[in-house]
Every structure is written in structure tokens, then in C-alpha cells.
């Protein structure tokens, strides 16, 4: 098959949305020749409807693990995830944050491979512009979290505001999180289960960067509507919080990580 590019675009929002780009990305695959015996390569760490939406048109799923910074498809993990029966490469753009097509896409030409760009934003420009001047404001005051780090040439438009709780994984972001329910801040976690360990699609695959970001990253309140009032109290109360989250040492290791204590 050989290496192209085609534009396939999820919209933020309700699961009638998602719905319909996963019907999108099926008819793409299914004109682009994609069927039974053929892999495609894409992350773990996304929601189940794109890989529904492969197996849909008879294709096989083959997970491949995540960058550190754009949670998005890691094209080091890509290469090695190729096989003589793979045809495709579905990055996705996660949160907002573009995946690196420049590097993905040298991979599907050296291989011969369709690479579908599978887009998660279609908003209107103000509402794009909104959003990244709260996230630059939640950014620039947010402490004792990881906030999103933008790789360099990239483009964020920030669908989601997706932080890293520091700590000792899950448990640790799960407390956090109670915590901020608690005091009335609505987040939630992004990606509850990686595909590759869901009963529909589980695979016996080591994914660390996607097991990491399953078990710290959690999502805040956020959108263009979001007044100054409403992100300056979701700073105050997370930095309350952050204040309480101090390194420990992994065990096993010179490296530190840090402990939640909330």
C-alpha cells in the first residue's frame, strides 16, 4: 500500500460526536483499501472508538505506546511495532496537542504505509484562541502538578487540559482527585484504561509512557467559556494541594519520584 496522507477529523464533546468520527475514520480505512488480515498501528492511550472503528472495517488494532510530553503516538514505539502485515499508521492527536507527523510519516514512507491523520479539533479559531490563553493562564500560576508541555514546532488547541499528578501513580492521582471533587472542581481522568488492557483488546504489550500517563494525568475544568474567576479558584485549590505533594524515593532506584500526601 503506499504512504499518503488523508485528513480524518474527531470533534471534542458528546459521544453522538465521537460516534460520528469513528463512522468517519471507518469509511476512511474501508476506502483506503484497509480489511481483514491488515494491522494498524496506533496508540494505546485513546478512546476505544478509534480502535472500534479499525476493527470495524476488518482490520486488526496493534497498539504502540505514547510520547512522554504530547501523550500522543510515539514514532520510535511505531517502528517497532511494524509488521509485513501492517498497512497503517493512525497517529491521534491527543487533548489537542498535534502528534509528530513529520517523524511518523518518514516511518510510513520508509515502509510503504498509509499514514491517516486522525484529527480531534475542528472548533472555530476564537474558540481555539480562548482556550489557549486560559491554558497560558493556568500554566503560568498552577504549582505542585505537571502542567502540558507543548513539544517544540508543535501546536496545542488545548480540547482538554490534561495535568500529571506527581506522586505514586494511580492512588495517589485518584486522592488528588477526591480531594478536587470534594471542594466542588469537576476533573476527571482522561483515559481510564489503556485499550491494551480492556477485555475487547487485550494484548500482553509493556507500554510504560502509556501505563505512566493512565495512572497520573488527570483532566480540570476547562473550555473558552471559562471566566478568569472560575481558573483563578481552580489554581487556588490545586496549589493548596500541591503544597502537600513532596518527593520520595522509588524503591529500587536513585531516582525520586514525589508522594501525595492529600
Not at 485528513?7 to 468520527?21: C, E, L
Not at 498509509?114 to 503560568?140: K, T, V, Y
Not at 505514586?168 to 488528588?176: H, I, K, Q, S, V
Amino acid at each position: 500500500m503506499s504512504s499518503g496522507l488523508l485528513g480524518v477529523h474527531v470533534g471534542p464533546g458528546s459521544s453522538a460526536a465521537m460516534g460520528r468520527a469513528a463512522e468517519r475514520l471507518e469509511r476512511a480505512l474501508a476506502d483506503s483499501g484497509v480489511g481483514i488480515g491488515d494491522e494498524v498501528v496506533m496508540p494505546s492511550f485513546a478512546a476505544p472508538d478509534v480502535a472500534h472503528a479499525v476493527r470495524a472495517a476488518g482490520a486488526t488494532p496493534v497498539f504502540a505506546d505514547i510520547d512522554a510530553a504530547s501523550f500522543c503516538l510515539s514514532a520510535e514505539s511505531v517502528a517497532d511495532a511494524i509488521t509485513p502485515a501492517t498497512a497503517v499508521i493512525l497517529p491521534v492527536h491527543q487533548f489537542g496537542h498535534r502528534a509528530d507527523l513529520a517523524a511518523i510519516g518518514e516511518t510510513a514512507r520508509r515502509h510503504g504505509l498509509l499514514l491517516l491523520d486522525h484529527e480531534e479539533d475542528e472548533s472555530p479559531a476564537a474558540e481555539i484562541l480562548r482556550r489557549q490563553a486560559n491554558a497560558a493562564f493556568l500554566s503560568a500560576r498552577l504549582r505542585g502538578v505537571g502542567t502540558p508541555r507543548v513539544a517544540t514546532g508543535a501546536s496545542h488547541t488545548y480540547q482538554q487540559y490534561v495535568v500529571r499528578v506527581p506522586g505514586n501513580g494511580r492512588p495517589d492521582r485518584d486522592a488528588f482527585a477526591m480531594v478536587l471533587r470534594g471542594k466542588g472542581i469537576a476533573c476527571r481522568v482522561p483515559v481510564q484504561t489503556p485499550l491494551h488492557r480492556t477485555p475487547g483488546f487485550r494484548r500482553d504489550l509493556w507500554l510504560p509512557e502509556t501505563e505512566r500517563a493512565a495512572d497520573e494525568c488527570l483532566a480540570l475544568p476547562f473550555g473558552a467559556s471559562s471566566s478568569r474567576r472560575e481558573l483563578q479558584r481552580l489554581v487556588s485549590v490545586c496549589n493548596a494541594l500541591g503544597g502537600l505533594l513532596r518527593p520520595v524515593p522509588r524503591q529500587g532506584s536513585g531516582r525520586e519520584r514525589s508522594g501525595a500526601r492529600v
